[in-house]
């Protein structure tokens, strides 16, 4: 069963990243008027001056680095980022956005990819949450081989909240820890969707040493950031 979803989450993923950017900038299926929208960007706003924040730092790691709309936002705090997507087409899609060689990239699947180097900074925007539960100590161990002694972890994920999907996308029980998704042609994939509470993401990342804070924007995202011991 997980090996399904997963590989169905990868074939999505690869299929989706031309329509991608859609949904972060709410435009076609994604968009839900002038007053949900500024809302949305409006805490978009807020997670971005979060990640500000952290300060200039030499070496960042990306996990599920997409189609680059949080790579950009990196190469503003970074000497160099190292982007990792299990897509050869989100990756595309990043390199032609970024166009910076501060960028290096690798074709991965996160859930077998394990870490050899230590980064000051590891992001990871919208990924926490398409790990199955099971698989999650796993991957935040792996997270915390990537970050040195003192260094930072950057989180931004989606909170349970209807208006943040397309208009044709129904979120079903949040402990269903899956959801279905439909592309612009209407092909169908089951993707892993698990819906965080700050605590309680909180509480897990201490347990790789990480004294984190994590906040809720307002309807949209929980974020935050946190020092690994």
């Known amino acids: 069963m997980i090996h399904s979803i997963l590989q169905q989450q990868v074939d999505y993923y690869r299929a989706r990243a031309g329509e991608y950017d859609d949904w972060f900038y709410r435009r076609g299926r994604y968009d839900r008027g002038n007053e949900l929208n500024e809302r949305w960007f409006t805490e978009v706003a807020v997670v971005k001056q979060s990640l500000a924040q952290i300060g200039a730092c030499d ?65 990871v925007a919208f990924w926490l949450s398409h790990v199955p539960p099971d698989l999650l100590d796993a991957f935040l161990d792996k997270v915390r081989r990537s970050v040195r002694a003192g260094g930072r972890l950057f989180l931004v994920d989606s909170l349970f909240e209807a208006s943040s999907t397309a208009r044709d996308h129904v979120l079903r029980d949040q402990e269903q820890n899956w959801q279905l998704r439909k592309l612009d042609d209407g092909r169908e994939f089951r993707v892993v969707k698990v819906f965080y509470q700050p605590a309680e993401l909180r509480e897990r990342l201490a347990r790789f040493g990480f004294a984190a804070t994590l906040l809720k924007s307002g309807c949209y995202f929980l974020y935050g950031s946190g020092t690994r011991s």
């Not at 680095?65 to 897509?87: F, H, M, N, P, Y």
Request: charged share 30%; proline share 3%; aromatic share 8%.
């Open 59 to 123: 070496s960042v790691l990306e996990l599920a680095c997409g189609t680059g709309l949080w790579t950009g936002e990196l190469l503003k705090v970074a000497r160099q980022v190292t982007a990792i997507d299990a897509s050869e087409e989100m990756i595309e899609i990043n390199r032609r956005r970024c166009r910076s060689p501060r960028v290096e990239y690798q074709q991965r699947d996160l859930f077998s990819w394990e870490p050899d180097r230590e980064f000051d900074l590891v992001a």
